[in-house]
């Protein structure tokens, strides 16, 4: 079972994810956060195995709510979910050790699959993502 927290700060989003999630057997929301800073402490009390992290939050944001989950040692796989196919997001995320960057445009036939590579230690990339990053 793949134990999952959900940080984004729109409730009708974190909402979608859940129930998508819910019909995955092997995956389990263990609980939400509405920004990067309550994202850090649910963390820290849920120890999920991955965190499903929007970047552009308020209270502190993905990046830096990632660099804090680091320095506490958390061991969670980050999948960002963000509405950003941005390539300086995307090169940043990676530089920050993410294992997963999927569009909210295509979560619903990504994440799932996003979520299961990040827990297996490999790399995920939305398609779109990863021809822009090959291109460059």
Do not use: C
């Amino acid at each position: 079972m793949i134990h999952v927290l959900i940080v984004d700060d729109h409730h009708h989003m974190r909402r979608n994810v859940r129930r998508l999630l819910q019909q995955e057997p092997d995956i389990r929301v263990v609980d939400e956060a509405s920004n990067g800073r309550e994202g850090v402490e649910l963390a820290e009390a849920h120890n999920p195995d991955v965190i499903v992290m929007d970047i552009a939050m308020p209270d502190m944001d993905g990046f830096q709510a990632i660099e804090q989950i680091q320095k506490l040692g958390i061991p969670a796989k980050i999948v960002i979910l963000s509405m950003y196919a941005n390539l300086t997001f995307v090169q940043r995320a990676l530089q920050q050790g993410v294992k997963g960057y999927v569009l909210k445009r295509t979560a619903v036939r990504e994440l799932a699959l996003a979520i299961k590579t990040a827990w297996q230690g490999r790399l995920y990339l939305s398609p779109t993502l990863a021809d822009t990053l090959s291109d460059s």
